[in-house]
């Protein structure tokens, strides 16, 4: 892939951004795919690529939000490989919580954790972009790359799922 390199001030605003931004991106990422080296690998991705089109943006204001459909991204493609079957490897199994994130993270908290990862992927990321990154519903829709009109249903739909989920009513 060529892309020209960024100017000496784009590398100080891209290192800014990294500083402000990286590890609520890297907890994004933890929720939607479940383990901590792959969030990180998630956000390191998709850092090299806002460094590697930086030049090309046209509003380099919203390079956040390019971050955050960037992180989305990955964090699909990781979830879709899991699913595909693999002739190298054997079958996937999904990260197991640590001992020492067991004994920080409350049954409630784990529970709530794995009903959001049974949500569809639209349902968990809708969710995931207003509750827990506290992003707005316009800018849960930019990242999404929907209407605010979808994020309004697919939240709404999603809490109800989640609630169901953990036998509770809304």
Known sequence: MSASPPSPGADATITGIYARHALGLTRLALIMVGDRETAEDVVQEAFLGLHRRFAHLRDQDR????LRSAVLNQARSVLRRRRLPSWFAGAYDPPVWSAEAAVLLSVERREVMEALHRLPRRQREALVLRYYAELSEEETAQ???VSRGTVKSTT??????LGRLLGETR
Do not use: E, G, T
Not at 156 to 161: E, G, I, K, V, Y
């Open 143 to 145: 990242v999404m790359c």
């Open 63 to 66: 390079a956040v939000i390019y």
């Open 156 to 161: 709404s739909r999603a809490l109800d799922a």
